[in-house]
């Protein structure tokens, strides 16, 4: 049930953009992104419930696709501070907004200048 | 808003030996829930409240581990007779219903 994050690992240089997937088998009421930096706790980015919405602050932002039971993280001109690991953890929607968040294994990300 | 506390930040026990720690959350927040982290891996979920009622546990959480949050404020974890398998990350996060779930800094358990 754990939802699978691709790619595992990217390495960019100063603004170069990325993606990164996160993929579930069940149906899913919301997906909720994090960035965490080494040593230091999650740092909640945004959440997207399913409808199919896209969402974005600044140069990072998401989308949901319902039918594929997939979410994006899109970077845009990334700044050395976008280091870090990026988890996705998703709400099933049985649940119906009222169940665990469950985390993929992350994506580790690293910008170089 | 000062954001979710934990304490201590790091504990290092010998096994066997029974460890508690504790979590502040944000005030308004009505949900909390315990996760563990080890290296390499997202955060792995334990329990969560809303208030003061447990509404559900992991069934991967042995009997050595409980929980409590009484009167629906500050959280306790307590691990019983702990072994090496238990050193992780313990993180704690608070949310209102259906919304973000904001993590405090963690403790770190070594458990010799």
Redesign the interface.
Known sequence: Q?PVQSPQAVILREGEDAVINCSSSKALYSV?W?RQKHG?????LM?LLKGGEQKGHDKISASFNEKKQQSSLYLTASQLSYSGTY?C?TEHEEGG??N???????TRLAVHP | DTGVSQDPRHKITKRGQNVTFRCDPISEHNRL?WYRQTL??????LT?FQNEAQL?KSRLLSDRFSAERPKGSFSTLEIQRTEQGDSAMY?CASSL??????????TRLTVT
């Open positions: 754990q909720h994090y230091e706790a999650p740092v909640f959440i988890f953890g907004g009222y665990k968040l469950i985390f993929g294994a992350g | 829930y390499g891996q997202g955060p792995e979920f969560y559900e993180l219903a259906l919304g973000a779930e904001y993590f405090g800094p963690g």
